[in-house]
């Protein structure tokens, strides 16, 4: 069993802990044995792409856990400590800031750049940097709605349905 497989069946255990559903009860939902959900949740196998959506519909981090376990993309991985709200919004704050600090001067440096060959060695360090950081502040931003979603039970799953939903309402009015 690889890391991967562990963080992953350990972020479906958070998911169906803090939505308060049985292995059992996902398991019939999605015409699959309780053995293998126990499997998914242990790492042992990957969670089955029949269960994807009711996964990712149980909370916010069994959608996390689906996204990292097709990518690899630890972007998906929300950071592990402190989750009570003042912290993660702080920790929120501060990697945002670090990851606009990154970024200031870039629009100048990249101006009349079109194309890798035309990066200098300082200039890809500075978008490497830069993407580091957005990433870093992306994951404490993932962090932190998943803290108020256990704390305050925000609905978040309805949050982010609502706006594809919107979206794909606008686009089907525009054509």
């Known amino acids: 069993m690889s890391v991967a497989e ?3 069946g350990n972020m ?3 998911a169906l802990e803090m ?4 292995p059992k009860a996902l398991a019939q939902e999605i015409n699959y044995s309780v053995d293998a959900i126990y499997a998914a949740t242990a790492g042992k196998r990957r969670i089955p792409t029949d269960a994807h959506r009711n996964v990712a519909q149980l909370h916010p981090i069994g959608g996390l856990a689906i996204a990292y376990q ?3 993309y630890e972007l998906f991985l929300p950071i592990e400590g402190d989750m009570h709200p003042q912290n993660v919004i702080q920790r929120a704050m501060k990697e945002d800031h670090e ?3 990154a970024m200031e001067g870039l629009g100048w440096r990249l101006i009349d750049k079109l194309r890798p060959e035309d990066l200098s060695g300082d200039d890809r360090l500075a978008i490497t940097s830069a993407a580091k950081e957005i990433i870093e502040s992306i994951r404490a931003e993932i962090t932190m709605l998943i803290a108020w979603e256990n704390q305050y039970k925000i609905e978040l799953v309805k949050l982010l349905t609502e706006t594809i939903e919107k979206e794909k309402a606008a686009i089907k009015a525009a054509r």
Do not use: H
């Open 6 to 8: 562990q963080i992953v």
């Open 12 to 14: 479906l255990s958070k």
């Open 19 to 22: 939505s308060n559903i049985a």
């Open 70 to 72: 097709e990518t690899g």
């Open 99 to 101: 990851a606009d600090r």
